[in-house]
């Protein structure tokens, strides 16, 4: 079964995000795989100032990485407006 189109990268950038998680994985995670891997990450990549589409990969299942979400947004929204570059 084909999968749906917002579940697909956009081609423009599926070369370097499958590029970036191989490389995060084997730097957090070495040579383990599965449920030997101890890091689980989310890579978001998005247009600046384009919010309907938002190209996601990561090397967890789908409800860990809602759950990672959910964290996170929790922890920004409850943070003050800030502006500037880290």
């Known amino acids: 079964m084909a999968k749906h189109p917002d579940e697909e990268i956009s081609e423009k950038y599926r070369e370097s995000m499958n590029a970036l998680a191989h490389a995060l994985d084997e730097m957090f995670n070495g040579d383990k795989t ?4 101890t890091v689980s990450f989310v890579l ?4 600046f100032g384009v919010t309907e589409r ?4 990561s090397n967890s299942e789908r409800s860990d990485i809602i759950a990672m979400m959910k964290e ?9 407006e800030m502006k500037g570059h880290a």
């Open 34 to 37: 599965g449920i030997d891997r």
């Open 44 to 47: 978001l990549v998005g247009d």
């Open 54 to 57: 938002v190209n996601y990969i």
């Open 72 to 80: 996170i947004v929790a922890r920004f929204e409850g943070q003050p």
